[in-house]
């Protein structure tokens, strides 16, 4: 099945050629043609694997149908995000598959000034793609009138109710027209997020790819047991022994967060630290440094496990592992997208052996357990302290060096320590053929 099969105009089919797709994935393929038909769906499938384009290309497709009205523009589309960097991709996905209709959107989130907002707002949109919060700022204000919404999406549902964001949610719905397209997408569908489905969607179409809670299929899993005051040590010494290049790490707190960035770059590798307590200004800057590979490693909480895209991010490190099972599957979907392999490993204490053991169970599998060998405490320290080669020289270990997919790049296998014991684990789940978080997600 190719795009052109699905019932979208030439205006959207040629802004989804110009990314270089060609073949949507399976959960583009299960949602636009019902999207499309007005229903209301609740879809799920794997991180990665294009929901934002699976929902942005029908309702840019239902908008134009519709026709414009006349007059001052007013806002026909909600998109509510958890984060804000979720927000700003969701927004970036809008505008490029948009950049041939007439058709206007604006972000809204916390963290910056809301005056520049007001006046997007006031000059009319037809799309408002915002967190909660805020949005309810500009509500209240009256700065945005949500009486005309045709079309309301819910994007990473569980991570919304995950934080508290239940109240919020009821508050902008019941700023919304009864008459209504409601869509509600997540990558996890715990029983709460079923319920809160049934009371916003009305005879939903229920689309889901893959095994339920799966991890994509392109990651490969490993758990490291250490003492918790092992760890610093034994992740320096993976980064280094192993060259890797590109490092997403997971902590529990913002404290521990900022003390692990410290800790690395004495050891050498340049770092940056992503959480709450950050300015979106720092936040967007060091998201911005990791990606053009001006830092090697980014340590974030569980803010970046949504909202964070990096096509070839090849590596993720769980240094804490999360207290709430799902988180798992967020946090290393951050790799193994577009349809490039990636390797999450997990460094697990004493303590957290009994998170494994939930995680596990969620995923229905049991995670290989690799040994240190090689490894030595403090062997870190060995290691030639290496900075980052210049702006632009960026190397992702274990994958394409300066390419793009269809690009002539091939992928290679991760040459990173203890590759080779133990085979590959995979889950069942579909592999990313079209747009992904890249281009959609």
Aim: charged share 25%; net charge positive.
């Amino acid at each position: 099945m190719s795009f052109d099969s699905l019932g979208l105009s030439a205006a959207l089919l040629r802004a989804v050629a110009e990314q270089g797709y060609t073949e949507p994935t399976p959960i583009q393929r299960g949602v636009i043609p019902v999207v499309l038909a007005g229903r209301d769906v609740m879809g799920g499938a794997q991180t990665g694997t294009g929901k934002t384009a699976g929902f942005a290309l029908p309702m840019l497709e239902r908008l134009m149908a519709a026709g414009m009205p006349a007059g001052h523009r007013r806002v026909r589309a909600l998109i509510l995000t958890p984060t804000r960097e979720l927000a700003a991709q969701v927004a970036e996905s809008v505008r490029t598959y948009g950049k041939h209709v007439p058709l206007k959107s604006a972000v809204i989130f916390g963290g910056v000034s809301i005056n520049p907002q007001i006046a997007e707002l006031r000059r009319g949109v037809d799309i408002v793609i915002a967190t909660p919060g805020r949005l309810l700022d500009h509500v209240q204000q009256r700065h945005v009138d949500l009486s005309h919404v045709e079309i309301f999406v819910l994007d990473e549902a569980d991570r919304m109710l995950d934080m508290g964001f239940l109240p919020d949610i009821r508050r902008v719905i019941a700023s919304l027209p009864r008459q209504r397209q409601s869509l509600l997408f997540s990558a996890t569908f715990p029983d709460d997020i079923r319920q809160l489905a049934n009371k916003l969607l009305r005879e939903p179409v229920s689309v889901e790819v893959g095994q339920r809670n799966a991890t994509a299929d392109r990651i490969e899993q490993a758990v490291y047991f250490i003492d918790k005051g092992g760890k610093r040590d034994l992740l320096s010494w993976l980064i280094g022994s192993g060259d890797w290049r590109q490092v997403l790490v997971f902590t529990r707190t913002k404290h521990g967060a900022n003390r692990l960035a410290e800790q690395l770059d004495q050891d050498g590798i340049s770092t940056a630290a992503i959480h709450g307590n950050k300015s979106q200004g720092a936040r967007t800057r060091a998201l911005a440094d990791f990606k053009r590979g001006a830092v090697r490693v980014l340590v974030a909480t569980d803010i970046a496990a949504r909202g964070l895209d990096i096509n070839e991010l090849p590596h993720v490190v769980n240094y804490d592992l999360p207290e709430v099972p799902e988180h798992y599957v967020h946090r290393i979907g951050r790799t193994g997208r577009a349809g490039n392999e990636g390797l999450a490993i997990s460094l697990v204490a004493g303590d957290e052996r009994s998170l494994l053991k939930e995680i596990e169970r969620l995923l229905r599998q049991q995670l290989p357990v690799r040994n240190l060998d090689g490894y030595t405490p403090r062997a870190r320290e060995q290691l030639p302290k290496r900075r980052e080669q210049p702006q632009g020289q960026n190397r992702h270990d274990g994958h394409r060096q300066g390419g793009r997919p269809g690009h002539g790049a091939q992928p290679q296998r991760h040459r990173g320590h203890g590759h080779s014991q133990g085979a590959r684990q995979r889950t069942n789940g579909a592999r990313a053929q079209g747009p992904g978080r890249g281009g959609s997600r």
